[in-house]
């Protein structure tokens, strides 16, 4: 699963979609993208999300990220797109909660 730098600013945005972009074209169905290590960030940090969950709808694909900090979280839904960001627990959480049913 692709990952999010641990620091996600405007002048880390550039790099961080190109870093990420061939994880759009490779595979079919949801890219999920792992959030759980990003410690610091601002509000380009949820338009690189959007930058790449255009990506894969432009290849028949969706976007979900997993693991994001809870004020990413909030400040997407701030912005009224956190729907469209599919925020879900970390990969370690998800893991848990399936060994757990």
Not at 22 to 49: C, N, Q
Not at 52 to 68: D, E, N, P, Y
């Amino acid at each position: 699963m692709p990952s999010l730098p641990a620091t996600l600013t405007i002048k880390d945005a550039r790099a961080a979609v190109l870093a990420l972009e061939p994880a759009v074209g490779e595979g079919s169905g949801a890219l999920e993208i792992d959030a759980s290590t990003l410690g610091a960030f601002d509000t380009s940090a949820i338009a690189t999300l959007l930058e790449l969950r255009r990506q894969a709808q432009a290849v028949g694909r969706t976007l979900s990220v997993r693991g994001a900090p809870p004020a990413m979280v909030e400040l997407a839904g701030l912005y009224g797109v956190a729907d469209l960001l599919a925020f879900g627990p970390a990969p370690s959480e998800s893991a848990a909660q399936s060994d757990r049913a």
